[in-house]
């Protein structure tokens, strides 16, 4: 038997196939296509077994519809804008550009060299200028139809370094670079109004087949509620305070309203009071805070009273109006009313600070309606202690729809829908990114680039300091004369969020070996949509939403004629390794702790499964494991280890297992040609065994368990050419079929 040489047998294969284009993929009309999709990478110069894991998956499934006779669509590409090659920029004193292109020949020579089947013709880099122009194309199609717009929003603000901070870059209120405090500061800011789509996005998630976590992350992103929104009058004022609320039913049980601590109004309530000093504490704490620090610690709840009162809408009574750190102002009206005896954060609001707390439901018909809470009751129940005529004793929706139809008879309110997810800010104020294809000019205002000037290039001349936007340090591309007037005036420095560039790259690829246009809209419907999409769960909100935002805008502005981007989504599993254990601190520890007590508190460790993570030190390198067992090897083990789906650990053992069956499997055609034996009655078997298997593969291919298809191809009928040997089986020609 020859001996399997790994890297002359898969590097000669590549070769082969690169020679003969068998993996290109064109339009041909009348074929059956299929389209097979990873989420794009970030370029961070290193392959890492996640990658290996998504690409394995991938390409299985890419190879597998060709053998059915699809035209397979399988490309690959580069999401390479982003903060980490300007912050490797800032450290290095490079340029994102230079470190992005670097990057990116490592890793498209490591995944080469895994033999993953794509068409590479068709690479998609983000901050390719014949991308990103496209991107600043759409962005003034979107300005004309009145789904772009411009709006002072609160930024997360960096005084010492002068720069405006993600979410993801702000600590415990601080700086993730200077460690010095993070304020919100209002800014200009550029919005696409994704909401114009929430019907259309939550109706469109019962058409696709994405997996119901994902949908139920989706719908609570979109977050559609059904409600009133309320108006109370402030006593001796002419200022009304609109609130919005899902239980209009609860609405006798208000016993107090309380503001978002930068709502307008808070600070004109309080002003030359006695809770100025009180209000202007709990208003700097939460404007330090970021967006996500402040839901994230709603439970801590803080509050301050204002003195005034508002008027009950129905009954007419005074209820008093707090200021609560729980309230933000951009989320719905910015106040809210609340009802302590129906409401869990309320009671708790209300027991901290003793407010009346009143029963105006109970939850069993006819129960007592005067027995004290001793905790919310935040279920539907029967109305009571309402005080007018017409309202006790109704229940659920019943009882919201009588207060709604009161209320709007009253002029006090409205039955109305309200919805979680707000209008996208696309603004980053950073460089590596695309450039906003606006003009502000003194005279005539925010003036679009005309279209026959795209794409707006990012210039080179910039400084990297960490010091406010890079792009305002180039006087070239700064200082520019209006398209309009002609006048003096500076360009838009503000570039694109990066999700951006993913809410389309999918359709470019359909069509990407041309500039011409974004792409040829019979060449995307033909390829689209995505039939098979395979990412982590971290992007089942954000990207998917704006992916599928960005597809449901274009197809209005006559692109193509695709509704939803993807059809079938997969989230991988983790790829887990060991790591040490503190069972007494619940932590994970870096793996050089391996075999010592744990550090924080002497206890001794054990050993616990853990995602790989350079911070734990548990990673294995693709490359160093590649050149010894081979790219087969490791994705065989990468599809052998789990489904899909499923967290998958990392084994040593079970790799030189993998390496030891794809030895076997080398040598056996070998082996199986050698043979010169008579027919017999085992033979029979053998062909239904092989039949039996064949069905059983395809069938786990179909329902994309990859894990019982190579089960079935790599091991079972391995088993089945043993048996059959042992039972003298060795006739050629049922070894040829095989």
């Not at 370029?43 to 699809?70: E, Q, T, W």
Request: with cysteine.
């Amino acid at each position: 038997m020859s001996d399997y040489v790994l890297q002359d047998t898969e590097e000669s294969w590549q070769k082969a196939w690169d020679d003969s284009k068998i993996f290109n993929a064109d339009f041909k009309e009348g074929n059956p296509v299929f389209y097979c999709l990873e989420m794009y990478p970030y370029p961070s110069g290193k392959m890492h077994m996640g990658h290996v894991r998504n690409y394995s998956i991938g390409d299985a499934v890419a190879r597998y519809k060709r053998l059915m006779g699809f035209d397979v669509l399988y490309p690959m590409g580069f999401d390479s804008f982003g903060m980490p090659a300007e912050n490797a920029a800032i450290a290095e004193g490079g340029h994102p550009h230079d470190i992005t292109e670097r990057n990116m020949a490592s890793i498209t020579e490591q995944i080469k060299r895994m033999g993953f089947s794509y068409d590479w013709r068709r690479l998609v880099k983000s901050h390719d200028p014949q991308y990103y122009r496209w991107n600043q194309w759409f962005f003034l199609k979107f300005l004309e139809n009145k789904l772009a717009y411009q709006q002072y929003a609160p930024v997360n603000w960096c005084n010492s370094c002068n720069t405006v901070l993600a979410n993801e870059q702000v600590k415990a209120g601080r700086c993730w670079r200077c460690n010095g405090p993070v304020i919100q500061k209002e800014m200009s800011q550029w919005f696409l109004d994704i909401t114009k789509y929430s019907q259309e996005l939550l109706d469109g998630l019962e058409d696709i087949e994405f997996p119901e976590n994902v949908k139920a992350l989706q719908q609570d992103w979109i977050g559609r509620s059904e409600g009133a929104e309320i108006e109370f009058s402030v006593e001796n004022r002419d200022d009304k305070i609109r609130v919005f609320t899902t239980r209009p039913d609860t609405l006798f049980g208000v016993t107090f309203v309380t503001l978002a601590p930068e709502h307008d109004l808070a600070r004109e309530l309080v002003t030359g009071t006695e809770y100025q000093k009180d209000w202007e504490i709990l208003h700097d704490e939460i404007i330090a805070m970021s967006e996500f620090d402040r839901i994230k610690n709603m439970g801590k709840k803080k509050g301050v009273p204002t003195g005034s009162y508002a008027i009950h809408p129905i009954t007419g009574e005074r209820v008093p109006i707090w200021i609560g750190n729980f309230v933000i102002a951009s989320y719905g009206t910015g106040a809210v009313m609340a009802v302590p005896g129906h409401d869990e954060r309320d009671f708790d609001f209300a027991k901290m600070y003793d407010i009346p707390i009143k029963r105006v439901l109970v939850m069993s018909e006819g129960a007592d309606a005067s027995e004290e809470l001793k905790s919310a009751e935040s279920d539907l129940g029967w109305m009571v202690n309402s005080g007018i005529d017409g309202f006790d004793g109704l229940y659920g929706d019943a009882a919201k729809s009588a207060v709604c139809e009161y209320l709007e008879n009253n002029g006090k309110g409205t039955g109305t829908v309200n919805w979680k997810i707000r209008p996208w800010l696309i603004s980053r104020q950073r460089y590596w990114g695309t450039p906003i294809p606006i003009i502000h000019c003194e005279a005539c205002g925010a003036v679009p680039v005309p279209e026959d000037q795209l794409p707006v290039e990012l210039p080179r001349d910039v400084v990297f300091d960490g010091k406010g936007n890079p792009l305002e340090s180039s006087e070239t591309f700064c200082n520019v004369d209006c398209p309009n007037c002609g006048m003096p005036a500076r360009r838009e420095t503000d570039t694109m969020d990066t999700f951006v560039d993913s809410s389309w790259y999918f359709l470019r690829y359909t069509d990407s070996m041309q500039n011409d246009t974004c792409f040829n809209p019979e060449v995307a419907n033909h390829w689209m949509n995505v039939d098979f999409y395979c990412g982590g769960i971290e992007h089942a909100q954000m990207h998917l939403i704006y992916a599928r935002f960005w597809t449901k805008a274009l197809r209005d502005i006559g692109l193509h004629d695709i509704d939803e981007p993807f059809n079938e989504l997969l989230c991988q599993g983790m790829v887990n390794k060991s790591a040490p254990w503190c069972d007494t601190c619940a932590i994970t520890l870096n793996v050089s702790h391996s075999g010592c007590n744990c550090p924080h508190c002497g206890s001794e460790l054990s050993e616990r499964s853990a995602k790989m993570s350079k911070s734990l030190g548990n990673t294995v390198s693709p490359e160093d494991m590649i050149e010894k067992y081979g790219a087969d090897t490791v994705r065989l083990f990468i599809l052998f280890a789990a489904n899909p789906t499923a967290g998958m650990d990392w084994s040593d053992s079970a790799l030189e297992a993998n390496y030891r069956q794809m030895v076997q499997l080398y040598g056996m055609p070998e082996s199986i040609l050698a043979w010169d034996g008579e027919a017999s009655g085992i033979d029979l078997w053998m062909l239904a065994r092989l039949k039996q298997r064949c069905a059983q593969w395809q069938a786990a291919m179909e329902s994309y368990d990859l894990r019982g298809a190579v089960d079935a191809s790599h091991f079972d009928l391995v088993k089945d050419l043993n048996w059959y040997r042992r039972r003298g089986g060795s006739n050629l020609e049922v070894g040829k079929d095989v």
